[in-house]
């Protein structure tokens, strides 16, 4: 079956950096769009950035554009995304997701399989 687990979370000072790491199995990774989402304490979750079967192209999120990166490795089967200059409102559970689609999608409903996500957390 498809497992996502994700890893590199923790606790940061704002100003710094983290770098998430989604490792996949169970599916032909190479062949999907892949996508990140957060969800912070008591709110819906949110899109963050997504991208191409073969990481040539990326879509993010206006919240995280310009210090957000988005990346995968498909001979490793694995995505990551590199987040700079962290602020307090980045806190949030960050999960990863595959799209069976053919286009960029940013919304929930829009992922087939998810992550259990790995907590991001900011101080001030």
């Known amino acids: 079956q498809v497992q996502l687990v994700e890893s590199g979370g923790g606790l940061v000072q704002a100003g710094g950096s983290l770098r998430l790491s989604c490792a996949a199995s169970g599916l032909t990774f190479s062949i999907y769009i892949m996508g990140w989402f957060r969800q912070a304490p008591g709110k819906g979750r949110d899109f963050v950035a997504a991208?191409?079967?073969?990481?040539?192209?990326?879509y993010y999120a206006d919240s995280v554009k310009g210090r957000f990166t988005i990346s995968r490795d498909n001979a490793k089967n694995t995505m990551y995304l590199q987040m700079n200059r962290l602020k307090p409102d980045d806190t949030a559970v960050y999960y990863c997701?595959?799209?069976?689609?053919?286009?960029?999608?940013?919304?929930?409903?829009?992922?087939?399989?998810w992550g259990q996500g790995t907590q991001v957390t900011v101080s001030s």
């Open positions: 997701a595959v799209r069976r689609g053919v286009a960029f999608g940013i919304s929930i409903d829009q992922y087939d399989y």
């Open positions: 991208i191409s079967w073969n990481g040539i192209n990326t």
